[in-house]
């Protein structure tokens, strides 16, 4: 975890009361709860996520960040609750039939295939979408008709440079923007990002944090973050989880100046 929570960072996003007036919902949690065996993961979480703003969900380790992902796009299956997405419940839908609806999740390690160009790993995201994903006896050509369309992702993700590049060439750092690149070939209608920013170095987490705000400009993102400067930057909402449940949730300068998220954060002169 970077940054210890302050409340006068200077580009926070802090409009007390205006976060999400006249935007959608358009991914919401209800007394979201889920049980493994006798253990409580998440206990009662409400939330909403809103079209066209970056949404944060915080937390000290094992606060249930990653259950929630994973009940949110239907990796697990929820104890009690109900998800809605674009105004469907989605509660008990399998995870393909969500995704196509337009719930698309990176997750912490890349995942992308290495031993293809930069273009050939937007294209393979682009063949369902353009219904080219079971055509399987169409020869290899057959995709070139997609490389116009993935270089204008590679372009919106400043990755057109490096289009013939082998993935497993790229740096760390650029090997993420290509993730999100592949997922915004998906045409995602809400991006959760399940921490975007792990193990980048300074440069290269600026660059991404910018480009997140950019794709938030037409689509909602949800995004697991550790670094607070970026939660503070770019998030129009955050919701604190600690043990998994709801502590807090607002603006960034709201849930910084709440006593007991600096608590869990930083625990207390005596520990």
């Known amino acids: 975890m970077t940054v210890a929570i302050t409340a006068g960072t200077a580009n926070a996003k802090a409009s007390p009361g205006s976060d999400d007036e006249g935007a959608r919902v358009v991914l919401s949690a209800r007394g979201l709860r889920k049980d493994f065996g006798g253990f409580n993961a998440v206990n009662n979480v409400d939330l909403d996520v809103h079209h066209a703003k970056v949404h944060a969900l915080i937390g000290p380790n094992g606060a249930g960040k990653t259950t929630v992902f994973n009940l949110l796009t239907k990796f697990l299956q929820p104890?009690?609750?109900?998800?809605?997405?674009?105004?469907?419940?989605?509660?008990?839908?399998?995870?393909?039939?969500?995704?196509?609806?337009?719930?698309?999740?990176?997750?912490?390690?890349?995942?992308?295939?290495?031993?293809?160009?930069?273009?050939?790993?937007?294209?393979?995201?682009?063949?369902?979408?353009?219904?080219?994903?079971?055509?399987?006896?169409?020869?290899?050509?057959?995709?070139?008709?997609?490389?116009?369309?993935?270089?204008?992702?590679?372009?919106?993700?400043?990755?057109?440079?490096?289009?013939?590049?082998?993935?497993?060439?790229?740096?760390?750092?650029?090997?993420?923007?290509?993730?999100?690149?592949?997922?915004?070939?998906?045409?995602?209608?809400?991006?959760?990002?399940?921490?975007?920013?792990?193990?980048?170095?300074?440069?290269?987490?600026?660059?991404?944090?910018?480009?997140?705000?950019k794709v938030a400009q037409d689509r909602a993102v949800l995004m697991v973050e550790h670094n607070l400067r970026v939660v503070a930057d770019i998030c129009d909402h955050v919701t604190v989880l600690q043990r998994g449940e709801i502590l807090a949730a607002g603006d960034y300068r709201t849930v910084s100046q709440d006593e007991r998220v600096r608590i869990a954060y930083m625990g207390t002169e005596h520990e």
Do not use: C
């Not at 698309?104 to 790993?121: G, K, M």
């Open 79 to 213: 104890t009690s609750g109900t998800i809605t997405l674009l105004g469907e419940n989605i509660t008990r839908m399998p995870p393909a039939k969500v995704a196509r609806m337009g719930l698309v999740r990176s997750f912490q390690i890349s995942a992308i295939f290495p031993h293809l160009t930069v273009l050939e790993n937007v294209r393979v995201a682009l063949q369902r979408p353009n219904g080219l994903a079971v055509q399987f006896w169409r020869p290899m050509s057959a995709l070139d008709e997609l490389n116009e369309r993935a270089m204008q992702f590679l372009e919106q993700v400043g990755l057109n440079d490096a289009r013939h590049a082998l993935a497993a060439d790229l740096s760390y750092g650029r090997k993420r923007v290509l993730e999100i690149a592949t997922t915004l070939a998906l045409d995602p209608k809400v991006l959760l990002l399940d921490e975007p920013m792990a193990g980048m170095g300074q440069e290269d987490v600026g660059n991404v944090a910018r480009l997140i705000s």
